[in-house]
């Protein structure tokens, strides 16, 4: 059974830092690409960051570059989130998803793998 189990999430202020883990289990954690997506109410979810299997390739959405780092441990089977510079706008809950193979993409449909997600709230 794959898990991936999100942690870290929770209240700051505007300006402040967070720093997400996805711990996945269940699966070749290494020959997966990996991606945080975050959905906030009443709006459809996004793709916030991609990392290819290897860590060589990241993705960033315009809204959270220069601000968010994606990056993974494969040792521990785990890919971070660390998130500064925060603002109320990127108030969701946040997902990580494990590929259907090797490569990332954008598109949450290339995503086999998803965790149950954490909240993450900046307040103003």
């Not at 999430?9 to 997966?32: D, K």
């Not at 946040?94 to 993409?105: D, E, F, P, V």
Request: hydrophobic residues 35%; contains cysteine; glycine residues 12%.
């Amino acid at each position: 059974q794959v898990l991936l189990v999100e942690s870290g999430g929770g209240l700051v202020q505007a300006g402040g830092s967070l720093r997400l883990s996805c711990a996945a289990s269940g699966l070749t954690f290494s020959t997966h690409g990996m991606a945080w997506f975050r959905q906030a109410p009443g709006k459809e979810r996004d793709v916030v960051a991609t990392i290819t299997w290897g860590g060589g390739d990241t993705y960033y959405a315009d809204s959270v570059k220069g601000r968010f780092t994606i990056s993974r441990d494969n040792a521990k089977n785990t890919v971070y989130l660390q998130m500064n510079s925060l603002k109320p706008e990127d108030t969701a809950v946040y997902y990580c998803a494990a590929s259907r193979g090797l490569i990332t993409t954008p598109r949450g449909n290339d995503y086999r793998y998803w965790g149950q997600g954490t909240q993450v709230t900046v307040s103003s």
